[in-house]
């Protein structure tokens, strides 16, 4: 018994060496990758901008001309609203434009000289008039003392003859006038109302362009909410809109680490759908306010701590990277980045 102990102890120390280096060489037999110590690995979800997309005035749909799944280009036609009530207003706007326009150029000509010689030619009749009117009440006052007219009959002549040099003072102001012209201010009161035509003018303009809504970017879309023959208020959602660009992580660091990252920093972002084809990318946006740990963020071990919130920004992003997928997020704290990272 006592020569066995000595065997058995050193078949067990050769056992124990033989297992410690199978399990090291256990992750080169199952193709599996260490991460260098330098390295920070974190866990997050792609996060991708959507957009809801509607029309800024009122009306009723008439056309929807993609639906949900379809790429759209930026600036691509995506719906309209029926827009013959912002077409006659427009065509009202512009009526209105012309009448101030031929208004102010009236005002800014001045009076035709037709118009100046018809009013010189009035004063001249108003003269001749009263001229014949102080003749008249001439005679009826040299007839008067001999009883030949009457009283009322002179008080009459008398009323006549300032009636004549009422109407002569009247055209004679008449024609100055219009010798003198248009008043500076009745063209400034001309041109403002000529601006406030334009502005409305601009305005139409405006809202029948409204009734076409266009895409704003690139991006695929992801819910068709309305239908030709909807009544829509301003601001009602017509299309939701998933943006190609940009592509971000949102990912969270535990507080003893946050030293160790900076915006800028290189990172690779690994998707379990294709863990061999890593996107590379940079540290953008840093929270400088913590937070408990989201439950949406799966790591090795159930964490309680305060994090702060990363952006990480995709530097080639593709169709690989899909609205909330999760994925791991390796810092390179060694890595060198090209471009600036985008908050």
Request: proline content about 5%; hydrophobic content about 40%.
């Amino acid at each position: 018994m006592k020569h066995r102990l000595p065997r058995i102890a050193a078949l067990l120390v050769v056992a124990g060496a033989a297992a410690a280096g199978w399990w090291y060489d256990l992750p080169a037999r199952f193709g599996w990758t260490q991460t260098e110590e330098t390295d920070l690995t974190l866990y997050g979800n792609v996060d991708i901008r959507q957009v809801q997309l509607g029309f800024r005035v009122s009306g009723r749909v008439s056309e929807m001309l993609v639906d949900e799944g379809d790429r759209v280009e930026s600036g691509q036609l995506l719906a309209r609203l029926d827009n013959q009530t912002y077409a006659d207003a427009l065509r009202a706007a512009e009526a209105e434009v012309a009448s101030q326009q031929a208004n102010l150029a009236k005002l800014k000509a001045g009076p035709r000289q037709a118009e100046i010689a018809q009013a010189r030619a009035s004063l001249a009749e108003q003269t001749y008039n009263l001229a014949n009117a102080e003749q008249a009440l001439e005679r009826a006052r040299q007839l008067r003392p001999g009883g030949a007219i009457s009283q009322a009959a002179l008080d009459q002549a008398q009323a006549a003859r300032d009636m004549a040099a009422a109407r002569v003072d009247a055209a004679n102001e008449a024609l100055r006038l219009l010798e003198e012209g248009t008043r500076e201010e009745d063209i400034a009161a001309a041109q403002a109302s000529l601006h406030a035509a334009e502005a409305n003018l601009a305005s139409a303009k405006t809202a029948l362009g409204d009734t076409e809504l266009h895409a704003p970017a690139e991006g695929v879309i992801l819910s068709r909410v309305r239908e030709p023959g909807a009544i829509l208020s301003p601001g009602d959602a017509t299309y939701i809109l998933s943006l190609d660009r940009p592509v971000w992580v949102r990912t969270y660091i535990e507080e003893p680490d946050l030293g160790r990252i900076h915006p800028g920093m290189a990172v690779e972002v690994i998707t379990d759908s294709a863990p061999d084809r890593p996107y590379r990318g940079q540290v953008g946006f840093i929270s400088p306010v913590a937070e408990f740990t989201p439950k949406s963020v799966e790591t090795p071990e159930l964490r309680t701590d305060l994090v702060y919130r990363l952006r990480v920004v995709v530097e080639e992003p593709d169709t690989g990277l899909r609205q909330g997928m999760p994925v791991t997020v390796r810092v390179l704290e060694n890595g060198d980045v090209e471009t600036s990272a985008t908050n």
